[in-house]
């Protein structure tokens, strides 16, 4: 799991256009992806980005806690497994 996002003004045509990137896994592998946000002179741009990068941090934090504790889960499991297999 690869966490990560941050801002990027693209310029097309002459004009300057604001984009949020983030990381997704798609097919088992991490991909950068970039999302159109607005122009980038629009103050609500500014806005609309920082909600977006704080939504894609907090959903990034869930799916990290989810995967720590499946891992506690998996790696207890697998100790009293062995612990077993050692005793008897």
């Known amino acids: 799991m690869q966490i990560g996002c941050g801002l990027r ?11 949020i990137w983030h990381y997704e896994g798609l097919d088992g592998q991490r991909k950068q ?8 002179d629009d103050p609500n741009s500014g806005r609309r980005a920082a909600d ?9 934090m869930s799916d990290a806690r989810k995967q720590l504790e499946s891992g506690k889960t998996q790696a207890i ?12």
């Open 9 to 19: 003004v693209m310029r097309v045509k002459g004009l300057s256009y604001l984009y």
């Open 33 to 40: 992806v970039y999302e159109y946000i607005g122009p980038a």
């Open 77 to 88: 499991a697998a100790a009293r497994r062995s612990r077993r297999v050692i005793l008897k």
């Open 52 to 60: 977006r990068m704080e939504e894609y941090v907090r959903k990034a």
